[in-house]
T-cell receptor
Framework: DAKTTQPTSMDCAEGRAANLPCNHS???????VYWYRQIHSQGPQYIIH???NNETNEMASLIITEDRKSSTLILPHATLRDTAVYYC???????????FGTGTRLKVLA | DAMVIQNPRYQVTQFGKPVTLSCSQT?????MYWYQQKSSQAPKLLFH???????NEADTPDNFQSRRPNTSFCFLDIRSPGLGDAAMYLC????????????FGPGTRLTVL
């Protein structure tokens, strides 16, 4: 079973920040949090990942709570092309197995 | 650009007729994965190769086999496709270590008639 829970769907206005939450209350100290997105009929696309610290790249920011039991993916200025299913995945160091949860279907509205 | 390539993008086969899907990569990654994604569901890992070492998931049906003749190529063989095997099949690659992300190909959509 997936180690993460996410809301089923969210809407966001174009140009606004999209904040996607993920709960991973059973995460262990050596487990990474990864975020991917999947646009309809395409392969999943890597967005960002982190272990303990907050991370930022050209696509998004990842905020991990101090107790690491939850995280938030932030798309700072959502566009229509960000409409996709967003998956939060927890992976254990030393393993290679991604267990995808149901993900959050983000719809960016014009 | 370095990438993960899957061929064909669309494959139609008949019930019970063996089919092979292919994946190639120019990333020189040592780990390769095959996922199955059925309609409106999340991807599900079937198996992965760590170099030449094959790692099967416990719930992957025996009907699914894989070959990795070299670093660049990996094949998914479905020996006797059933209607329930219709899905998108995704190939992914990564470097060793959980700290390295997986790169996914565009997928092959399999239809079973």
């Amino acid at each position: 079973d997936a180690k993460t829970t996410q809301p089923t769907s969210m809407d966001c206005a174009e140009g606004r920040a999209a904040n996607l939450p993920c709960n991973h209350s059973t995460i262990s100290g050596n487990e990474y949090v990864y975020w991917y997105r999947q646009i309809h009929s395409q392969g999943p696309q890597y967005i960002i990942h982190g272990l303990k610290n907050n991370e930022t790249n050209e696509m998004a920011s990842l905020i991990i709570t101090e107790d690491r039991k939850s995280s938030t993916l932030i798309l700072p200025h959502a566009t229509l092309r960000d409409t996709a299913v967003y998956y939060c995945i927890v992976i254990t160091s030393g393993t290679y197995k991604y267990i995808f949860g149901t993900g959050t279907r983000l719809k960016v509205l014009a | 650009d370095a990438m993960v390539i899957q061929n064909p993008r669309y494959q139609v086969t008949q019930f019970g007729k063996p089919v092979t899907l292919s994946c190639s990569q120019t990333l020189n990654h040592n780990v390769m994965y095959w996922y199955q994604q059925k309609s409106s569901q999340a991807p599900k890992l079937l198996f992965h190769y760590y170099d030449k070492d094959f790692n099967n998931e416990a719930d992957t049906p025996d009907n699914f086999q894989s070959r990795r003749p070299n670093t660049s190529f990996c094949f998914l063989d479905i020996r006797s496709p059933g209607l329930g095997d219709a899905a998108m099949y995704l190939c992914a690659t990564s470097r060793d270590g959980a700290e390295n992300e997986q790169f996914f190909g565009p997928g092959t959509r399999l239809t079973v008639l």
